[in-house]
């Protein structure tokens, strides 16, 4: 049993590129989200899905892009990096709405 | 609007000594209330939750926490700090309410050190 999973680790961007960042989870989770986490900002939601093909905006959504074909992968697609994208990115997944969630170690991106 | 405010950015604590982290919370109902911990470089993990019941509620790694409702807080404690516990304390909220209601909502965290 992995949990949550993210690929890759670690990348930089140039500005004007795009990119996925991966996030798979073996728990059968209906509820997954994504996150980034900045200095003195703490963790800001910026899409989840309640289930497979259900996704909706979170708090910080422009720039982003998701889909949920399948319960076990939720990836989170940068259309055109901006500098203001760097950020440490954490992918979690849920038994339910407003339940406990379950990190992956998270990517840590840096957009030049 | 619900909100999580933890009100100590930086604790320092002396290894052995008692800990004790703010957590207070805006909500219109009973919510579902969460610690985390997060050490540099890695990701959150689930230290303790509540849901109903005893309001005093044991996690991991000995810490509890206790729900006052009287008080919209939910403190975590723990009596003897080693320095393995240094590292950045996050207080969660959440609901079973559907939509953007259901997303867990996050304090700002408090970053614990531990002085030898």
């Known amino acids: 049993n992995a949990g949550v999973t993210q690929t890759p680790k670690f990348q930089v961007l140039k500005t004007g590129q795009s990119m996925t960042l991966q996030c798979a989870q073996d728990m059968n989770h209906e509820y997954m989200s994504w996150y980034r986490q900045d200095p003195g900002m703490g963790l800001r939601l910026i899409h989840y899905s309640v289930g497979a093909g259900i996704t909706d905006q979170g708090e910080v959504p422009n720039g982003y892009n998701v889909s949920r074909s399948t319960t076990e992968d939720f990836p989170l697609r940068l259309l055109s990096a901006a500098p203001s994208q760097t950020s440490v990115y954490f992918c979690a997944s849920s038994p339910g709405l407003g339940r406990e969630q379950y990190f992956g170690p998270g990517t840590r991106l840096t957009v030049t | 609007a619900q909100s999580v405010t933890q009100p100590d950015i930086h604790i320092t604590v002396s290894e052995g000594a008692s800990l004790e982290l703010r957590c207070n919370y805006s909500?219109?109902?009973?919510?579902?209330l969460f610690w985390y911990v997060q050490s540099p470089g890695q990701g959150l993990q689930l230290l303790l939750k509540?849901?109903?019941?005893?309001?005093l509620v044991q996690g991991i790694k000995g810490f509890e926490a206790e729900f006052k409702r009287s008080q919209s807080s939910f403190n975590l404690r723990k009596p003897s700090v080693h320095w393995s516990d240094a590292a950045e304390y996050f207080c969660a909220v959440g609901s079973g309410y559907g939509g953007s209601q259901g997303n867990l909502i996050f304090g700002k965290g408090t970053k614990l050190s531990v002085k030898p």
């Open positions: 909500y219109g109902a009973t919510p579902y």
């Open positions: 509540y849901f109903s019941g005893d309001t």
